[in-house]
Nanobody, 123 residues
Framework: QVQLVESGGGLVQPGGSLRLSCTLS????????MRWYREIPGHEREFVAY????????NVRNSAKGRFTISRDNAKNTAYLQMDNLKPEDTAMYYC????????????????WGQGTQVTVSS
């Protein structure tokens, strides 16, 4: 019933832009911090950005500051990652994550991940 789905990835040239979407079904995101991570094969998954429920308080990893913007639309149960001026080093699988409260899918609060969307930045 609970499902977290990312979309919007693709192949783009350096300097280009993409907007990723993350939509949660089965639970209301309005009380949740929405987070984006990325993973390059052979590397640890790394934090990209988060946004708090109010849609105002947010942060982006240093290497993406000034280029990436995280936002959310609680009415659509969706978070977004606007990526501008993309660089080859941004190439990765991008994942959305929430922490589902206890009692939603488990008696414990649970990290819940989407399936990922691939971003490739190349000439």
């Amino acid at each position: 019933q609970v499902q977290l789905v990312e979309s919007g990835g693709g192949l783009v040239q350096p300097g280009g832009s993409l907007r990723l979407s993350c939509t949660l079904s089965g639970f209301n995101i309005s009380s949740l911090i929405m987070r984006w991570y990325r993973e390059i094969p052979g590397h640890e998954r790394e934090f990209v950005a988060y946004i708090k429920p109010d849609g105002i308080s947010s942060n982006v990893r240093n290497s993406a500051k000034g280029r990436f913007t995280i936002s959310r639309d609680n009415a659509k149960n969706t978070a977004y990652l606007q990526m501008d001026n993309l660089k080859p080093e941004d190439t990765a699988m991008y994942y959305c994550k929430v922490i589902l409260p206890r009692g939603v899918i488990s008696e414990y609060a649970t990290d819940y991940w989407g399936q990922g969307t691939q971003v490739t930045v190349s000439s």
